[in-house]
């Protein structure tokens, strides 16, 4: 599908639901929508993905009574991925530099808004340096409690540093942050039981460091591995929570909630998985990079049981809420999301042929290395065939971290007709970002 046919394909399906829905205000029985998105956690971490490594309960059972996206794929790397499913476009369309999100570009929680939700975000934020990016307030969310935001200091997880609703939190001493984070939108949900919410959710854990967790066996242990894993399950935990007051307040039944990652897992570490060793590939554009969770569930709306193997990028998650909760559709201008509701309902939906990435961290690096500071690059994929702006084609499958490019000259079929595909994919979208003046031939600012 070229990029014409996708836009018509979109628009089609916004004056359909917009026929629908209604443009009024939200209505107290409006449903709520909770996004949870953890930190530096790839698919490999979760044992409702297949890991016997990884303890997720909770979230196994929010997949077993909902549905299980196997092939969900984010940015490598965090403060992209946040721009990314925040706005619902690709980077290319607007992503500026690490840390800020670009002013002026409406968020998720903005469109709510309108619609008359409460509306709220716990977590880390970085999205606003100095005089760069844009304020909770300004990004649409009436409350909240976040780290990585101007005035907080470095510390996440124990003794950490939030601001609460522009005031920096006074915490007892032993405070573990993940806990404030939760209590923070428990007490959200009990306060806006009566009215339609959104809840968003971008976790600290489980990213670095790795101390200890409360439900550590030792509480001064130093063994990273050791400790990420019980990070893993006290975010299980936190989750747990966040459903449980759902369910406390009578909720559960008219909240969708929604989980995934922002990423890959660290690349310090590795995991077992299906026989086979994964090292996290955070900051990296192959599979281990960007391959994340995607969980979906709501009583009595998703069918339980569910796992689809459709294509998702994090642009879908904006038009998927807006259609879940029965708003009118966002005006399309430079979003590439397609919504994945259909799916969650048991429907075909739109399938995609292939989803687009575009990963330019930090574009004002004095120099690019393969990683956190990684040179500009746009690629198309299809759920085998991955190809680079530079013409190199991996399989994916047989390849995972693409240390083999598949020669033009030995090509077969399947693998010529992924390229032509995979090709015109890649020439629909802009040749090089729009949200940052930088000259990559010749390495300077214009």
Not at 189 to 203: G, H, Q, S, V, W
Request: with cysteine.
């Amino acid at each position: 599908m070229n990029r014409r046919d996708f836009l018509k394909s979109i628009i089609a399906g916004a004056v359909s639901a917009s026929a629908l829905s209604s443009t009024r205000a939200a209505a107290p029985s409006a449903p709520n929508v909770v996004l949870i998105m953890a930190d530096d956690v790839g698919f490999e971490c979760f044992s409702s993905y297949g890991s016997r490594e990884y303890s997720t309960p909770r979230l196994d059972a929010l997949a077993a009574g909902g549905i299980r996206f196997e092939n969900c794929h984010s940015t490598p790397l965090c403060t992209p991925s946040r721009v990314n499913l925040m706005s619902g476009k690709s980077n290319v369309f607007n992503y500026q530099d690490f840390g800020i999100y670009p002013r002026g570009e409406p968020t998720f929680a903005n469109y709510f808004k309108k619609f008359g939700y409460a509306t709220a975000a716990a977590g880390k934020w970085q999205l606003q340096k100095g005089d760069d990016g844009i304020s909770p307030t300004e990004a649409g969310f009436d409350t909240y409690c976040l780290w990585n935001i101007p005035g907080t200091t470095r510390q996440r997880y124990w003794d950490p540093s939030f601001k609460r609703n522009e005031k920096i939190m006074k915490l007892a001493k032993g405070t573990y942050g993940p806990d404030v984070l939760t209590d923070f939108l428990i007490d959200f949900i009990e306060t806006n039981k009566d009215r339609p919410f959104l809840a968003y959710f971008p976790m600290n854990l489980v990213h670095s460091p790795f101390p200890p967790t409360p439900d550590s066996a030792d509480r001064n242990e130093t063994d990273k591995k050791k400790n990420f894993i019980d990070m893993v399950n006290y975010m299980d935990k936190c989750v747990g929570r966040i459903v449980d007051a759902l369910d406390t307040n009578g909720l559960r039944e008219k909240t969708l909630v929604i989980f995934t990652g922002d990423n890959g897992t660290n690349s310090t570490l590795t995991s077992q998985f299906k026989g086979r060793q994964i090292r996290g590939g955070k900051g990296y554009t192959h599979d281990y990079g960007t391959h994340v969770p995607l969980i979906a569930n709501w009583p009595g709306r998703i069918g339980a049981g569910q796992v689809n193997d459709d294509l998702i990028c994090f642009s879908d998650f904006f038009p998927t809420m807006v259609e879940a909760a029965g708003l009118r559709p966002k005006k399309i201008t430079d979003g590439d999301g397609w919504s994945f509701w259909p799916q969650c309902r048991g429907g075909k939906g739109v399938k995609r042929e292939w989803i687009y990435g575009y990963y330019f961290p930090r574009p004002y690096a004095k120099k690019f290395d393969d990683m956190y500071n990684h040179w500009e690059v746009r690629y198309a994929r299809d759920k085998r065939y991955k190809l680079y702006d530079n013409g190199d084609l991996y399989d994916t499958v047989a390849d995972v971290l693409e240390r083999s490019v598949i020669a033009r000259s030995n090509c077969d079929e399947q693998a010529r007709l992924a390229r032509e595909k995979l090709q015109a994919a890649l020439d629909s979208y802009p040749k090089s970002g729009r949200g940052v003046s930088y000259d990559k031939v010749k390495g300077v600012i214009k």
